[in-house]
């Protein structure tokens, strides 16, 4: 059966990283390829979450790579985090997107968290004994955070949590979420917030650290979608789920920054993962193109071919160049909205039309599922969609620029 190896396409890149840089890539390739294609294929199949895999990633220290030891975190930069993202999504490791929520869903505690917060939560993220989730998209909020419906209420030592999140990445198998609910009064006074006002306004969006275990809190359905599939999508429901006034993550109102914060990595990450799928169906067709060149060397239309490969190429790596200016602007603690933007756009609808090409240049064997080719176009599509869809990007890029 056909595997998916490492392109010796993306070698050359590796001479501009630093060494640790290029042995986390090591690390990360060694890891994707070590997985065989029928536990790939199974997990897409089946929506099955490889729990096991994602605790033998964090042991490996990838869990919390871009975390500092002190908290158990690899002590990694950021873009060895895309790194290891792109290498997992060319192969497409059966936990790749639940590993970027998990690091998503670290990043707020780490940087809005209590000490008592990150020393329950980081350690136990960093070694693969919790897998977080975020809990963000609900059913009529999912680009527009000033949407949210999920409320919360202060009732003695606990709030009380009412909603519905929907579309969760790790959802069913998450230990702890990080949950983003509307504040229904003002604790400090006691007085209830005028309803229709609350409603529009962000002030009032508030960030929680929400455990599987709280009273009141479940799980919903599970979602068998066309792409992403084995993550344990599903949604969360909280019916006077009570969670403790201590999980509250940062302060009243600061909802929409803490979801920010992350999410402005996450779609680093996502551009990542994309680039990586991008690879993957680009290595699809190479292997179709230089089985017809070997079997037919004189045949007419391969410089048809060879001129898709080109174009797949060129989108490929300017997919990646962009991706990796977007994480090492991180890196720089110049995090850029725009460049977040741009990068998730460019990678996203890159992969879409690399992996369409690739089907149609690898005919039905694109169509197979061991080439990785068919997951990774539906795969890509949901890529255009979450944390923010590409439509929404591009109004963000515009805003920055009208700035």
Not at 139 to 165: C, F, Q, V
Request: with cysteine.
């Amino acid at each position: 059966m056909s595997q998916a190896t490492s392109p010796k396409t993306r070698e050359p890149q590796s001479v501009l990283l630093s060494e640790e840089q290029r042995q986390w890539l090591k690390k990360a390739r060694a890891f994707a390829d070590s997985i065989p294609i029928d536990d790939v294929i199974k997990a897409d199949s089946e929506n099955v979450f490889r729990r096991d895999l994602f605790e033998r990633a964090c042991q490996e220290g990838l869990g919390a790579l871009p975390f500092p030891k002190t908290y158990g975190g690899g002590g990694g930069d950021y873009l060895s985090f895309a790194l290891v993202n792109e290498e997992f999504a060319r192969r497409c490791v059966p936990i790749m997107s639940s590993l970027g929520v998990h690091a998503l869903c670290q990043e707020p505690v780490y940087r809005f968290g209590t000490e008592e917060q990150k020393a329950k939560y980081l350690p136990k993220s960093a070694t693969g004994v919790y897998l977080a989730a975020f809990g963000l998209t609900e059913p009529g909020a999912g680009s527009d955070t000033a949407a949210i419906e999920t409320s919360a209420r202060l009732s003695g030592d606990h709030y009380l949590l009412n909603g519905t999140k929907t579309f969760i990445t790790s959802g069913k198998s998450a230990d702890y979420f990080i949950v983003m609910a509307r504040l229904m009064e003002d604790p400090s006074e006691g007085a209830i917030f005028d309803e229709s006002q609350s409603r529009k306004s962000s002030d009032t969006i508030t960030s929680f650290i929400v455990e599987k275990d709280f009273p009141g809190f479940q799980i919903g359905q599970k979602f068998d979608m066309l792409g992403m599939r084995g993550y344990s999508t599903c949604e969360l429901v909280f019916t006077d789920c009570k969670v403790p006034r201590k999980n509250l993550l940062g302060e009243h109102g600061w909802g929409r920054k803490v979801a920010l914060s992350s999410l402005a990595k996450g779609r680093v990450t996502i551009a990542a993962q994309a680039t990586g799928w991008a690879q993957g169906a680009l290595d699809g067709a190479l292997r179709s193109v230089a089985k017809r060149q070997k079997d037919n060397p004189d045949d007419a239309n391969l410089s048809t071919y060879y001129y898709l490969i080109g174009e797949l190429a060129l989108l490929v790596e300017s997919s990646r160049v962009l991706t990796y200016q977007a994480a090492c602007a991180i890196d720089r603690s110049e995090s850029d909205v725009k460049l977040a933007a741009m990068a998730k756009i460019q990678a996203t609808d890159a992969a879409m039309k690399v992996a369409t090409e690739a089907i149609s240049i690898c005919g039905l064997d694109g169509m197979n599922p061991s080439w990785l080719i068919e997951r990774i176009f539906r795969d890509a599509k949901a890529g255009q969609i979450y944390e923010g869809t590409n439509q929404i990007q591009r109004m963000l890029i515009a805003r920055q620029l009208l700035k």
